[in-house]
């Protein structure tokens, strides 16, 4: 069986939701092959394993993690040419995308980015990506016809699915070229310290919109987040209004998210906003505008006043989680 | 400092956005063409930084001759001049062979500094200033929320979830801006007078030395195979807040499993 590349995403200690996703998927074409950039790939065997992962490809050589993703690219490259992979599919986050752009210069190859679901070809061949475009109104199934299809997919695609693998521990050495050490990171400048999920990776997002009114007002939209273990989303107005940071916005100039759960509040839901959480699993509602569009994507809806429904449901959620 | 804005013209969001059935591309011609949103700010990073560091701003389209269009509002905003490539063998060029394209456009005009918007609003792929600075074999600075150069040194503020990354480089550089860096001005009644004088060298494939082996439909690499209105979601339940509307909800998210 042939093997699949997934760049693992970490934090140099616990590996990232979407990388199980990304073995779960890989799963269904061939043989997972994780590739771990920078330290902690001892420590993260055992978890890779669980989910699958044949092979772990690691590398903490010098310079790994001081550079935005033209080492993953390098890396990944010499891996292509080394193990022939049938895909490489990594996340579909703005340094995963950068790194997928890069291997695809690299090697030729096509990339599909935002995949959704990923599944076998009819009669063999590159795997058929869906993607959902232009704010969520069309679905696209697309391939790769040129090269070793290189596949960026959304956080929160599949279900991570355990399954048992062999976590084969390879150290891989890649000098890195001049080329990728161009832009450096000097300085990692946290502005918030969150024990909040990421937002991407989140399997709830809880987001305000114009109706929140403020910035004092956000402290409503996480505690009702910090309630249900979830992040916290933005809709363009708020972040524009700088009622909250422009790094949570949701929508079509801002993040993309595909929870299990989502929660609009305050939000009318114009095109801008909806193409950034259309794909959510199950949506929720709270306006108290019965027109605002936003109700034509909710599971469940509540029209009433924001300021009273939130913090009654915040409250009936502890209560419930109390007893 | 010569600049360089890569700028693409997009269907505006605000309409309803469709493929065309006989092939599966983006229905252009149904649609009105504006510039992409995100590379507004693109503009006016490249404008504030020639105005502080001196230097020409240069915008860089590929396109179809609609394209014209977002040339003439970057002008209008203030850009020096443009560089238009259009050839109706490009049409169908994929993310790697619009990087070829734009690459070698870039080479032959000389570039210090390249910025784009982090994405365009219609394909959303967010491929291209990566697959630009691998062709260029120069730096990238991604998600750039600040730029600053002095001399022949480049810092930016590259957003993050926890804040952000300072990110150094060198010049030459391959810049990507998202929507906080700064607040795009409007074209002036002045500026878009000065607009309709302003240089716009137009180029085919073969003026630009392109292989057009490499370029449109025919090169591309990826494929769609079909596609399909997303079905309207189900109908949901919406309920009225008649002092009980936080109850309700979370009764449904009890139901759900979600509590």
């Known amino acids: ?323 | 400092m010569n600049i360089v804005v890569c700028v693409k013209q997009v269907p505006d969001t605000w309409a309803e956005r469709t493929l065309r059935p006989e092939d599966s591309r983006l229905d252009r011609a149904s649609v009105d063409g504006v510039i992409n949103e995100l590379d507004e700010y693109a503009i006016e990073e490249g404008l504030r930084l020639a105005e502080a560091h001196g230097g020409e701003v240069t915008i860089l389209t590929m396109g179809p001759e609609k394209a014209s269009e977002s040339i003439r509002k970057a002008l209008s905003m203030g850009a020096d001049k443009a560089v238009h490539l259009v050839d109706d063998a490009l049409e169908g060029s994929d993310a790697l062979a619009t990087s070829l394209a734009l690459a070698t456009v870039l080479q032959r005009t000389g570039f210090d500094l390249v910025i784009l918007g982090s994405e365009s609003t219609d394909a959303r792929t967010g491929l291209l200033a990566a697959m630009l600075a691998e062709r260029l074999g120069c730096p990238q600075l991604s998600l750039a929320s600040k730029v600053e150069v002095d001399g022949n040194a480049i810092t930016i503020h590259r957003q993050a979830d926890y804040g952000y990354d300072k990110v150094e480089a060198t010049l030459p550089a391959v810049v990507s801006v998202v929507e906080k860096i700064n607040e795009p001005r409007y074209p002036s009644f002045k500026g878009i007078m000065a607009a309709k004088k302003k240089p716009v060298e137009v180029l085919s494939v073969a003026d630009a030395g392109i292989d057009p082996a490499q370029v449109g439909l025919g090169a591309a690499v990826t494929e769609v195979v079909s596609f399909s209105k997303r079905p309207p979601r189900e109908a949901g339940t919406i309920v009225k807040d008649e002092g009980d509307g936080g109850v309700k909800a979370a009764e449904f998210l009890a139901a759900q499993k979600f509590i």
């Open chain 1, 1 to 323: 069986m042939s093997e699949i590349l997934v760049l693992a995403a970490h934090d140099g200690e616990s590996v990232k939701k979407v990388t199980l996703e990304l073995l779960t998927l890989a799963r269904r074409f061939g043989e997972p092959a994780a590739v771990w950039l920078g330290p902690g790939a001892e420590a993260a065997r055992e978890r890779l394993a669980e989910y699958g992962a044949a092979k772990v490809y690691a590398t903490d050589g010098e310079g790994m993690t001081d550079y935005v993703a033209a080492p993953a690219a390098e890396v990944l490259a010499a891996l292509v040419a080394q193990a022939s992979p049938a895909a490489v599919l990594v996340p579909s986050t703005a340094e995963g995308k950068e790194v997928a752009g890069r291997l695809a210069v690299k090697i030729g190859s096509g990339v599909l980015t935002d995949a959704v679901d990923l599944s076998p070809a009819d009669g063999g061949g590159a795997p058929v990506a869906e993607q959902s475009i232009f704010g969520g109104a069309i679905v696209v199934k697309s391939r790769v016809t040129g090269g070793i299809p290189i596949v960026a997919v959304r956080p929160n695609a599949v279900p991570p699915e355990a399954a048992p693998g062999e976590a084969a521990l390879e150290q891989v050495t890649v000098a890195l070229s001049d080329a990728a050490k161009g832009a450096r990171i000097t300085e990692r400048v946290i502005a918030e310290r969150s024990e909040r999920p990421e937002l991407t990776e989140a399997s709830i997002v809880v987001s305000g919109g114009r109706g929140v009114g403020n910035a004092e007002n956000f402290a409503l939209i996480e505690g009702l987040a910090d309630r249900l273990g979830a992040a916290v989303g933005a809709s363009r107005a708020a972040t524009d209004a700088g009622w909250y940071p422009h790094q949570f916005q949701v929508g079509q100039t801002g993040k993309t998210v595909s929870p299990q759960l989502y929660l609009a509040v305050g939000i009318s839901g114009a095109i801008q906003h909806r193409a950034g959480m259309q794909t959510s699993k199950t949506i929720m509602v709270i306006n108290k505008d019965p027109e605002a569009p936003i109700f034509e994507l909710a599971d469940f809806g509540v029209v009433g006043d924001l300021f009273k429904v939130v913090p009654q449901l915040t409250e009936e959620i502890t209560r419930r989680q109390g007893s």
